[in-house]
C-alpha cells in the first residue's frame, strides 16, 4: 500500500475485524507457551504437530471453497508446506497426526476473508517467535522453525498486500458482520483444537 493512498477502503472492514475478534485474540496468546519456561523440543514439537492438525484441515477447506476468490493467490500463501517441513525436521510422522475436525464455517466470501484475515495476522509475530525460539531452542528455519518465519523478510509486504486485497472487495454491514464472525469462529475453534491437544497453558 503506498504512503499516500488513503486507508478509508480497508479502516471499516479491518476495524470491525480487529474489533470484534481482540478479545479471544488476547485470550488465544495468553494461552500459547511460547514464552514459557516450560517449553522444551518435545514440547514444541508437540505444539507444531497441533498447529498442523489445524492448518492442515482449514487451508484444505479453503482451497476447495467455492467463495474462494481467484484474485487471492492462496497457493502462494499456504502455511501447511512450512509446517509439514517442520515436521518431518523434528522427527514427526505427518501420517500419525490428528486432523481437525471442528472449523470455522465458509458459506460466504466474507467467511473467507475473516478466515484469512487470522491466518495472514497470525504471520506478523512470527519473527519475533522465530528469534525465541532459535536462542531457547536452537531452531532454525532449516531444523523445525519455517513455519514461524513463513514469509521471512517479506512478512511486512505480504500483510499490506493483504489489507489492499480486504479493501478492494466490497463488502456491506451484513457482510463485514459475517467476516468479523468468520474470523472469531477461527479464534475460537483453534483453542479448542490447541486445548484438546493438550499443547496450551
Not at 493512498?5 to 500459547?32: C, I, M, W
Not at 472469531?184 to 490447541?194: G, I, R
Request: aromatic share 10%; with cysteine; glycine share 6%.
Amino acid at each position: 500500500m503506498s504512503e499516500d493512498q488513503p486507508l478509508s477502503a480497508v479502516s471499516p472492514v479491518l476495524h470491525e475485524l480487529r474489533a470484534g475478534t481482540h478479545t479471544r485474540h488476547v485470550a488465544l496468546e495468553k494461552r500459547l507457551p511460547f514464552f514459557s519456561n516450560t517449553l522444551d523440543l518435545e514440547r514444541y514439537t508437540r505444539l507444531l504437530s497441533a498447529y498442523y492438525g489445524f492448518y492442515h484441515e482449514l487451508e484444505e477447506r479453503l482451497q476447495h471453497s467455492p467463495w474462494m476468490t481467484h484474485d487471492f493467490d492462496l497457493q502462494a500463501r499456504l502455511k501447511t508446506p512450512a509446517l509439514r517441513r517442520d515436521l518431518q525436521a523434528l522427527g514427526v510422522s505427518i501420517q500419525s497426526l490428528a486432523l481437525c475436525e471442528t472449523l470455522p464455517a465458509l458459506h460466504s466470501p466474507a467467511c473467507v476473508l475473516g478466515v484469512l484475515y487470522v491466518l495472514e495476522g497470525a504471520t506478523l509475530g512470527g519473527n519475533v517467535l522465530r528469534k525465541q525460539m532459535s536462542q531457547r531452542l536452537g531452531l532454525e528455519g532449516h531444523n523445525g522453525c519455517a513455519f514461524l518465519y513463513v514469509y521471512g523478510e517479506a512478512t511486512g509486504r505480504q500483510w499490506k498486500a493483504f489489507l489492499e486485497f480486504l479493501g478492494s472487495v466490497p463488502l456491506d454491514a451484513q457482510a463485514r458482520d459475517q467476516a468479523v464472525q468468520a474470523a472469531s469462529s477461527t479464534f475460537s475453534c483453534f483453542e479448542h483444537w490447541l486445548e484438546r491437544q493438550e499443547v496450551l497453558l
